[in-house]
């Protein structure tokens, strides 16, 4: 009966023009956030620096990849791109929580031992995903958080700053626009928002970047970094640190970053999912893709992007938001850039 | 290929006498933790006490849902005992981190509606499943750690009591075991261990306490509570709150908790893992159960122990430890309460 209701779903989910790239000859598939990335919020000029920040970081995996590094190193230099840059809501850019801070999360896993390193809620770590692969390779443990990540890291060699180094204008403006709207909500008469959790503020929650690469090996990894969501509590951690549900990857299966409304990835243990529906029902990247952002996830009312990539090249990104950040790069070099459907 | 090596590794598990407890009829199915659990480490009067204790809290579990109440009221009545109780290490009576600090994490998923919560990094929660409750219900998160999760469940009117309630002088000792044992490492020559991590202490590792209930309208919960490993790195979080590592319930398929060395439930996405053979194989609780016990997880060089119950009332309590602390109920009340192999 589930399976039937999935078949339907999914049928649904392709009628409902499903937004999507499959190619194949991939070595990398990278993602700066699924949200309301529409043509009428962007100008030429605009646009331009994202197309380009997106570029510079698929150009610097690649040459990361054809310098025969492993995939955990090319993700990671993508990464250090996007992190660095304060177009993205991950490291610099970062979003504030409701309390005025940034509190970052990252994951990284490896394809070819299935070993696996995350930090969240860091404050103190300038690149998240140094952090998340510190974990990884340095300890025997899979998930750090807090100033006990931070410390971690800091001994581990990972550069530490002080909180303020993630300060933005922009994301601050965006942070006092949302802390109106919950006084706004509160007004209207919600006396308990002493206990419930500041309003979604949709047009605000995306942003996180992530990416996939498949090395000369053929080993694959995948990472995900975050600033999480504009507003959220303090202590609050998302999909993408969780191994399964915003960061996986396999050899034998695929590799994925997802970006969305990070509370429906960890309640359909998205990445995993996709992968399971590979593994176990031999579907591609593209069908399990499709199946979670089609169907899956809106079947519960959440909704985001999803970027995969298999060991023989084959990647899909989809989103069901107005637009994704997003790119590619094939085995000649070729890079390919979208913001849009 | 990597289903036909699946396929040997399961033969190979079953010969490898897998140890475990399939049964029908049943509405709830609990554990007290894997570990070194033989005979010859219990008196009769502690093994009495242990017997007490999970009978107990499946009596606890079991009154609930003869009343009428949820699945997920069930799991937390009966994980109150085990919390309460400081033969466990969940609540009162979790173990000591590195730093001698009581860190406990804890999750609850609702099969019904995929709602789940979870507290990770948490020295204030009297009983963290109540913690990981309130996440569930009473906020648009699903994970909430560190001091934020505090802060939220004192809002959300949990019970926050004062750090030293978690000390207890058994678990402070076998911290000072663990740590003369890691000097002794270090004098043999690492002189990393400023950045490595503690060693490993296998004999120390289990005890998490967790349950799955099934009510009479059907629906299926799962949750975990743990004070997470002996010697742990500060910050450290292992699978126990983690949705789809080691909690997960959906009606569809089963409910799950499973108890072990963490890391590597995280690495496998355990609990997700059964809950897709069933969904996507078609498999039973026990053939999934095994699966990840007997086959995958061991790959990876790592133990433990996982229960299983679906929506029929079919149950599988399955371990590769010395032994589990484990029980479960039928639907007329009895109660079958096991520790060693």
């Not at 998302?238 to 990857?249: E, Q, V």
Request: aromatic letters at 6%; a negative charge.
């Amino acid at each position: 009966m589930r399976s039937f209701l999935l078949s339907l779903l999914l049928v649904a989910g392709v009628l409902l023009q499903g937004r999507s790239q499959q190619f194949s000859g991939a070595v990398m598939v990278l993602h700066g956030g699924a949200g309301n990335i529409l043509p009428s919020e962007f100008n030429p000029a605009q646009e331009a620096t994202y197309r380009e920040a997106l570029t510079l970081a698929l150009r610097t995996g690649y040459e990361r990849l054809k310098a025969g590094a492993s995939s955990v190193e090319a993700v990671q230099a993508a990464i250090h791109v996007l992190e660095d840059n304060p177009l993205f809501n991950a490291g610099k850019g970062s979003v504030f929580t409701h309390d005025g801070k940034n509190e970052m999360d990252a994951a990284i896993m490896d394809g070819s031992t299935l070993k696996a390193g995350a930090v969240a809620d860091v404050s103190r770590i300038r690149n998240p995903i140094d952090g998340a692969i510190a974990v990884m390779q340095r300890s025997r443990h899979v998930m750090l958080v807090g100033p006990g990540a931070e410390a971690f890291a800091g001994k581990a060699g990972v550069t530490l700053v002080d909180p303020s180094y993630f300060f933005t204008e922009k994301r601050w403006q965006e942070l006092q626009r949302a802390l109106a709207r919950d006084s706004l909500d509160a007004l209207k008469g919600d006396s308990s928002s002493a206990v419930l959790p500041p309003v979604e503020h949709p047009e605000l929650m995306f942003g996180t970047v992530g990416a996939v690469a498949l090395d000369q090996q053929g080993h694959l990894a995948a990472g995900t970094s975050t600033g999480g969501i504009t507003d959220k509590m303090n202590g609050r951690v998302g999909d993408s640190p969780i191994i399964g549900a915003g960061t996986y990857a396999d050899d034998a299966t695929c590799g994925i970053s997802c970006t969305g409304w990070g509370e429906y990835f960890m309640r359909t243990v998205a990445a995993k999912t996709a992968a399971d529906l590979i593994r176990f029902k031999g579907w591609t990247v593209g069908q399990a893709g499709h199946a979670l952002i089609d169907s899956i996830i809106p079947a519960l009312g959440g909704d985001g992007g999803m970027i995969l990539l298999d060991a023989r090249g084959n990647g899909c990104l989809v989103f069901d938001t107005p637009g994704m950040f997003r790119g590619w790069v094939s085995r000649d070099g070729k890079i390919s850039v979208l913001m849009y459907r």
